[in-house]
């Protein structure tokens, strides 16, 4: 799990209540595959030098909830906390010269 907080401030309450919703904020972890467009042929021609293919997946969105404690903050401010939830056999981010995975939110 990823905890997640975010504070949002405005003058224009309307618009502070539009987005600062839970439902309204979309943070997303993502994860990166990079490999030779070539990969499958043999070791010569799916070089370095080859073209790289990257393929992008959405992993998992984040939950969120408002900070109960938060709530006398004032007029201008919210704060929500939330959490990026990870399935289990998710593979860490990694790298050598021809696959790369990557994670980010």
Do not use: Y
């Amino acid at each position: 799990m990823i905890p997640c907080h975010i504070a949002i401030q405005s003058n224009d309450v309307q618009a502070l209540d539009l987005l600062a919703k839970p439902k309204a904020i979309a943070v997303r972890l993502m994860r990166s595959v990079q490999h030779p467009k070539d990969a499958g042929q043999s070791m010569p021609s799916a070089s370095l030098n080859s073209a790289m293919v990257e393929d992008k997946t959405e992993v998992e969105r984040a939950v969120w909830w408002f900070n109960p404690e938060a709530e006398n903050l004032g007029l201008q401010l919210r704060r929500l906390e939330g959490e990026i939830h990870l399935e289990e056999g998710l593979q860490p981010s990694c790298s050598f010269s021809l696959f790369k995975v990557s994670v980010s939110a």
